[in-house]
């Protein structure tokens, strides 16, 4: 992790350098040719005026995006302060009757707000324009509002302060040069809000879903003033010489040339990425964007060339790369020597496989957490992201050096299993699931390469209620959440006293997938006094399938009805609640809704995980 650090604050060190460059930051400001032959500084103190502008406006772009970060940090100490004293204050209180009520003003931000979908009730669920083609999801109501503003702080810095009444040659120059700048400079948030070890993401607890999202809006943004600054040039280069001229500066000018290639890059960039491509080919995709980003940093580097403002893509490189760069470290780091890190897979009934990771080096689990995983021998080199829905410490007792061991010795002994549950789909999960339903016993063993932990963002102890709700193989998700409230209850360390688990499944088969864990939760000491198990089956073959083992642990045929189930439970509601889901869109969706009309009559948090791509 300090390794980590130490990259990020390189990288802040540049960009704060990039800041406070005094030297013209504008594409104008070398004194290089364009390909009319005109000097960039030769215009006069009208050009240098229009360059002033545009390194200024530059500025505010840092500086704004600076200021956003700064103030959802302080939201974020403001968030976790609140839940850390309501923790310590509801160990020893078993009615916690002040957290329970709402803030109201709170409450109504969160309703109309924070947890509000963008229209009525469809967030989560997918839109479709074909069977098996995918439009992707909408974005939360505050999300869209913020992808909004960031869209309209573009546009207004790309347009205030050209000369619009003025001669035309001019103005789309400076429109040129401004639209240059921006494009580059925006390519720093691009970058950084696009990488998996993004230090923003534990810095604001935001998940990367979230990040991925605006890193999707600045990429249009990028695209499209740089399709804005090549089009400004190509008026006034037709305008002046026709378009011959064109052409003759694509083919014999290195500054042009570059910049071209940087522009057809990134606009191939945002057509491949688009939600229905990235949905059906996503390997495609993944690989495609990959080369194509590097083409289009490549491109612009040396377009820039000789320009103060090749500063800003610089901080681009150092972001992107070392990004990698912290990636590749840690995947060795976790994964080489010790014998390395081994996979099991082992064939489930309901098309499913539970993959058991033995890592080569321990590993510190938190509840909510995922790795990515590559099988070389099943996937090449593709990684996939999977949740962790179990995890074991166990020690290796064939050390050979004796039995006087330090610290050190102790811990090189231990030995990290983290367990998940994959659902069959298609791409490298079924090609994992046929090849470990076609070897004997359904089971084989395989080289891997952990990659993480990412995640844990949440975390439930401040809350004396709490209900989970998992669909489907979702369930991986929320089973550590349940094991460590249980865990912390009987340890006397979180506020919990309520805790509601439902699971809603398409067949009692499907318990296969978790039964072992299950099994080791339920025989937890006082399991009986805080947690309560439902479980919704969809599609019974028999009522006979549908039997309760006890009064805590319940079966029932068919869906959930959520709103019902959150107001039972929150009539009896201990303190605050938290209400955490993972599923379908369609789960999330409702749930979401129940939360929200709550917001005046109780004091209820809505935690949503959602992987989107």
């Known amino acids: 992790m300090r390794t980590i650090n130490n990259q990020w604050l390189i990288l802040a060190v540049c960009v704060g350098q990039a800041v406070a460059d005094g030297t013209a930051g504008s594409y104008g400001s070398s004194n290089k040719t364009d390909s009319a032959g005109r000097r960039g500084g030769a215009d006069g103190g009208s050009n240098t005026e229009a360059q002033s502008d545009n390194e200024l406006f530059a500025h505010y772009t840092l500086i704004i995006i600076a200021s956003i970060i700064l103030a959802l940090a302080a939201y974020r100490i403001v968030i976790h302060s609140v839940q850390y004293i309501r923790t310590l204050t509801c160990l020893n209180n078993e009615k916690q009757m002040y957290f329970k009520m709402p803030n109201l003003a709170f409450g109504s931000i969160k309703e109309h707000l924070l947890y509000a979908p963008l229209f009525r009730k469809r967030h989560n669920r997918e839109m479709y324009l074909f069977p098996g083609l995918s439009l992707g999801v909408l974005p939360t109501r505050f999300q869209s509002l913020f992808l909004a503003a960031v869209i309209g702080m573009n546009v207004m810095l790309c347009v205030v302060g050209i000369e619009w009444d003025g001669p035309s040659a001019a103005m789309f120059k400076h429109l040129r040069n401004r639209t240059g700048i921006l494009a580059v400079v925006n390519m720093i948030p691009l970058v950084i809000m696009g990488g998996r070890n993004n ?128 990636r590749m470290a840690c995947l060795i780091y976790r994964n080489i020597g010790r014998g390395g890190t081994k996979a099991v897979i082992e064939v489930l009934p309901g098309d499913a496989i539970r993959v058991t990771v033995s890592m080569a080096r321990p590993w510190a689990f938190r509840p909510g957490q995922h790795m990515f995983i590559t099988m070389p021998s099943v996937g090449m080199w593709t990684s996939h992201p999977f949740s962790v829905a179990w995890s074991n410490e166990e020690e290796r007792l064939e050390s050979e050096k004796g039995l006087v061991m330090n610290r050190q010795d102790i811990l090189g002994m231990q030995k990290t299993s983290m367990s998940m549950i994959i659902r069959r789909r298609s791409g490298f999960t079924n090609t994992l699931f046929k090849k470990a339903e076609s070897a004997p016993e359904g089971r084989i063993v395989v080289k891997a390469f952990a990659e993480g932990p990412y995640g844990g963002l949440h975390s439930l102890h401040s809350y004396g209620t709490v209900m989970i709700f998992a669909g489907g193989v979702g369930i991986t998700h929320q ?46 000491d006082k399991r009986r006094d805080i947690l309560r198990i439902q479980l919704f089956v969809t599609r019974p073959r028999s009522t006979k399938e549908i039997h309760s083992p006890s009064a805590t642990v319940q079966m029932f045929p068919g869906r959930p009805n959520v709103d019902t189930l959150i107001e039972m439970e929150s009539e009896n509601q201990v303190g605050a609640m938290g209400v955490s889901v993972c599923g ?4 999330s969706d409702d749930v979401r809704k129940a939360v929200r009309k709550r917001q005046a009559v109780r004091n209820i948090d809505f935690v949503e995980e959602s992987f989107s791509w």
């Open 584 to 587: 379908t869109g369609g789960l």
């Open 479 to 524: 089973v550590p959440y349940v094991r460590d409230l249980v865990t912390g209850y009987t340890n006397g360390t979180v506020a919990a006293r309520r805790v509601m688990l439902i699971w809603i499944i398409q067949s009692p088969e499907h318990l296969e997938w978790i039964r072992p864990w299950m099994t080791t939760i339920l025989a937890m």
């Open 199 to 326: 230090p923003l993401i534990h810095m604001l607890n935001i998940p990367f879903d979230t990040f991925n999202l605006v890193h999707r809006c600045f990429g249009r943004i990028v695209a499209a003033q740089a399709v804005a600054h090549t089009v400004a040039w190509t008026i006034n280069v037709v305008h002046k010489a026709g378009w011959k001229a064109v052409g003759q500066s694509l083919q014999s000018s290195h500054l042009i040339s570059t910049g071209f290639i940087g522009t057809v890059a990134l606009i191939i960039v945002i057509l491949q990425a688009s939600a229905v491509l990235r949905h059906a080919f996503y390997e495609t995709f993944l690989h495609l964007h990959i080369v194509l980003v590097i083409l289009a940093i490549a491109g612009i580097y040396m377009h820039l060339d000789g320009f103060s403002s090749q500063i800003y893509i610089k901080v681009v490189i150092v972001a992107w790369a070392g990004e990698r760069l912290v």
